[in-house]
């Protein structure tokens, strides 16, 4: 892991900040591979049947996966999943940028039906309580699952001095 700083606090560095964080999260696969739950998967972390499906990744079903496909196809799902973050959560954009990048982040992994269910944890966000809200998800199962990846969207969630992430 390393620390990355931020100059600026627009929806590209939201956008860039939320990439990175993923694409360190999730590694690259250029061929199809079953993850711990059974899911086809390729490239960052795509499954078949999941919101990659509607900008291309069926026609992989067959082939391998360059970065640069896979990026391709990241782009417009990353760019979805904000867009509906800034309208469902009416304080998203008013948080950090490293907030709303660490949101972006855990909403690709979860999904955004099973991250809209993060209630208690999204309701401390909202209000301010990054204490409360990190403290709720360390209880829950996603983040004893995928360990490495939750305790450095918790630092996230925490590091707003001068824009610093970690990736």
């Known amino acids: 892991m390393k620390l990355i700083s931020n100059s600026s606090m627009d929806i590209k560095t939201l956008f860039d900040t939320a990439k990175a964080l993923i694409i360190n999260a999730e590694g690259f696969s250029p061929a199809w591979y079953s993850d711990t739950a059974g899911n086809l998967t390729i490239g960052y972390g795509f499954k078949m049947g999941g919101m990659a499906q509607k900008y291309g990744l069926g026609s992989f079903r067959h082939k391998l996966m360059t970065e640069q496909e896979a990026t391709d196809i990241l782009t417009p ?9 800034s309208m469902d959560l009416l304080w998203f954009k008013e948080i950090s940028i490293n907030q709303g990048a660490t949101l972006a982040d855990m909403a690709y992994n979860l999904g955004l039906s099973q991250f809209y269910g993060f209630n208690t944890f999204l309701g401390y966000i909202a209000k301010g309580e990054i204490d409360n809200a ?34």
């Open 134 to 167: 990190v403290a709720d998800l360390t209880t829950t199962l996603w983040y004893n699952q995928v360990k490495n990846r939750a305790v450095r969207d918790c630092f996230n969630l925490f590091a707003q001095v001068g824009n610093l992430y970690l990736i």
């Open 77 to 85: 799902i990353i760019t979805e999943i904000t867009t509906l973050l």
